[in-house]
């Protein structure tokens, strides 16, 4: 049984035909057309189509196509960080929010007075020189319970220093504390003036 090899008129394929010598007509495999074969033709000339691969271009093509994809990869990258941003952000200032609220708890936790304590707004050296009726009534409205008064009789003619100006204030014999130093409300506090003597 031979094979030969046909190329169809209409379609331009190539057909393998056995035993064409007993057919008047074949049909294309790919396109259906209806070959008639010739009975004066004996003999069926075979086409050889020689393919070669252009290993260059092939390279080439792969070269590009590799491109392509790294382009197409960093580009989807680029997106997901686009998309990524904005939650990113939020991120971040969910957790500063966060860090800030315990640090603000911890030194609330930390600063926490006993109802028996309190915490001065004021240091020693701002008393100096002021009316000591008014340092009185100020350490009382700051919560102090045991607040006294001392009289330093120092003064001869009242120019430089002023009667009832206050020499120094101690709470619980500290003459040196500092604002927001903490003190029982009962601590002994003395608020030590300047004033003539008595005749």
């Given at each position: 049984?031979?094979?030969?090899?046909?190329?169809?008129?209409?379609?331009?394929?190539?057909?393998?035909?056995?035993?064409?010598?007993?057919?008047?007509?074949?049909?294309?495999?790919?396109c259906g057309r209806l070959i008639l074969l010739?009975?004066?033709?004996?003999r069926v000339e075979v086409k050889y189509h020689k393919t070669y691969t252009n290993e260059a271009r092939v390279r080439e093509n792969e070269r590009k196509e590799r491109?392509?994809?790294?382009?197409?990869e960093n580009e989807n990258r680029e997106n997901r960080r686009e998309?990524?941003?904005?939650?990113?952000?939020i991120g971040i200032f969910i957790l500063v929010y966060a860090f800030l609220g315990i640090m603000d708890?911890?030194?609330?936790e930390q600063n926490k007075l006993d109802e028996n304590e309190l915490k001065i707004s004021a240091d020693a050296e701002s008393y100096h020189g002021e009316n000591y009726e008014q340092v009185v009534r100020?350490?009382?409205?700051?919560?102090?319970?045991?607040v006294d008064t001392m009289r330093q009789e120092d003064l001869v003619l009242g120019w430089l220093t002023k009667d009832g100006e206050?020499?120094?204030?101690?709470?619980?014999?500290?003459?040196?504390?500092?604002e927001?130093?903490?003190?029982?409300?009962?601590?002994?506090?003395?608020?030590?003036?300047h004033t003539f003597e008595e005749e």
């Open positions: 049984m031979k094979t030969y090899q046909l190329e169809c008129p209409s379609c331009g394929a190539a057909i393998n035909a056995e035993n064409i010598d007993q057919k008047k007509a074949i049909y294309c495999t790919y010739d009975d004066e033709v004996k491109i392509r994809l790294k382009e197409l998309f990524l941003w904005p939650f990113i952000i708890l911890y030194y609330k100020e350490l009382e409205d700051m919560g102090f319970t045991n206050v020499a120094k204030v101690s709470i619980n014999g500290d003459t040196d504390f500092a927001g130093d903490v003190f029982p409300k009962d601590a002994n506090v003395v608020v030590t003036y």
